[in-house]
């Protein structure tokens, strides 16, 4: 009963047919319990003004919302979205971290064709495996015209425990009218070395991840507000507030940290960790991360800094009186302790387990910004050659960083466990020069993007294709 695309009945029609096996399985046990439930949505890709707090601006949304619509399902549901594209060109929708049917993945030109102009597309697929994740086209540098959503999957397991739920999407914001993501593409190609406003980064850098990004962004946006006109995050004193924070930008790692309070990460990915405390955490386009706070009393600012780049922003959290804080607040947690993916330790629930690797793969980030180009292996997409595992095997990659600059690198259809530590992510921060190790169950057949997380890295060849025999 799938009906996927009524402009062209492509060769992509035919993979519609039939679930794989991955979702024959999902499918299987929960037969054993209750019949599938499905969610079914649909969600318009369109040209549209949005005000991001004092300051309206003509960009590209879904359903003119900035994020877009938020989707959420329970663990082992059908979703079912349906994708309009009423923008002037073509576009994708990604499942940003979802292992799902390996056709509904969402990337033009490996496992669908483009959702051109005036079509659309149904993805159906099994939300298998609960947690946070977030959606965006897999086409050029759209995602940074604010295209995104977050898509909340969640765990009838779960016990709970908290009082209140909020999403925080933290997104990287080019306001200029005349130009667009991908003008600010055509000059990083064309004038190689130059950001947006100027020398990389104005030449900044992170002690943390050294060169911090290719463009310098005026704007910073929480929820798609700026720090002026803030989003508002309203409580209790005395509750506590699952807040689950996605980077859904698309060149700037945000530090971020709530004012007067103690953060606890319990989740990297979707994935449940070993619950630990920080004042800060550091976190890289394309991951995820699920804390626990408890509220206290008064109006507290959430910041998101740009890591080694100028600029934050701000959301307000509101449990009682007090005055909003100030847009340029800055706060001491953003400067004590600060942990990244790879400072945790996976949950008991989360871990892999221990197996021989049959099969080590070499991924090898070099480039540079004097001439764009970013490659992984020495080769820039699409002219690469895929990584070749096979099913069943356990897959090591030795993601090993060769350039001065830092690389989200980010799995298609799966979750890995970090070598160090085991936490299961599919997004990792590997820094300049740095090396990270991560083991995968090779368990869900197909054509899968690897890539940077940096839209501009990526589209400038920064992906290659993990690829089953
Ligand atoms: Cu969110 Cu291939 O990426
Ligand atoms: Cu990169």
Redesign the pocket.
Known sequence: ALSSCDSEPGPVASRLIGPDAKEVRTAERLRRTSPQRVVARRITARPSAVDLGGRTVRTWTYDDALPGPELRTRAGDLLQVEVANDLPTETSV?W??LALRNDMDG?PGLTQDPIVAGSRFVYEFTTADPGTY?F?P?TGVQ?DRGLYGVLVVEDPAEPGGYDQEWVVVLDDWIDDTDRSPDDVYADLVSTPGMGHGGMMGAGMQSPLLGGAGDVDYPLHLINGRTARAPATLTGRPGQRARIRIVNAGSDTAFRVALGGHRMTVTHSDGFPVRPVATDALLIGM?ERYDVIVDLADGAFPLVARAEGKAGAGMAVVRTGAGAAPSPGATLRELDRQVLLGTDLTAADSARLGSRDIDRDLDVVLGGGMMAYRWTINGAAYPDIDALAVAPGERVRLRLRNASMMFHPV?L?GHTFALAQGGTRKD?VVVRPRQSVEVDLQADNPGQW?L?C?NAYH?EAGM?TVLSYR
Do not use: E, Q, S
Request: charged share 0%.
């Open positions: 990604h940003h971290g990337v977030f965006h897999h995602l394309g980010h298609h997004t993007a890539h997380h990526a992906m």
